[in-house]
Nanobody, 128 residues
Framework: QLQLVESGGGLVQPGGSLRLSCAASGFTLDYYAIGWFRQAPGKEREGVSCISSGDGTTYYADSVKGRFTISRDKAKNTVYLQMNSLKPEDTAVYYC?????????????????????WGQGTQVTVSS
């Protein structure tokens, strides 16, 4: 019943922008931090950004700070990742994930081990 569905991926040139969406169903964002992760071929899944369930505190990996922005629309139960100034190194499958009670108990907001629920992923390719 609890589902996360990513959308918005695609092919974009370096320097371009994309906005990813993570639509949640079966739960609200009240007690779930929502994180964005990415995985390139042959590499480990890494945390990109996270927004907490309470006051909406945001977290970013150093590699995307200043370029990516995470936000949420509670009315739509959707979290977004605005990606600007995209680089070829950003090419990966992007996943959103939900972490129950992470905000309350605390932890590493960009650690995949904190997250219990995952979407199917959306491909982002940055290439000339």
């Amino acid at each position: 019943q609890l589902q996360l569905v990513e959308s918005g991926g695609g092919l974009v040139q370096p320097g371009g922008s994309l906005r990813l969406s993570c639509a949640a169903s079966g739960f609200t964002l009240d007690y779930y931090a929502i994180g964005w992760f990415r995985q390139a071929p042959g590499k480990e899944r890494e945390g990109v950004s996270c927004i907490s369930s309470g006051d909406g505190t945001t977290y970013y990996a150093d590699s995307v700070k200043g370029r990516f922005t995470i936000s949420r629309d509670k009315a739509k139960n959707t979290v977004y990742l605005q990606m600007n100034s995209l680089k070829p190194e950003d090419t990966a499958v992007y996943y959103c994930a939900a972490a129950p009670w992470l905000t309350y108990y605390g932890g590493n907001y960009l650690s995949r081990g904190e997250y219990d629920y995952w979407g199917q992923g959306t491909q982002v390719t940055v290439s000339s």
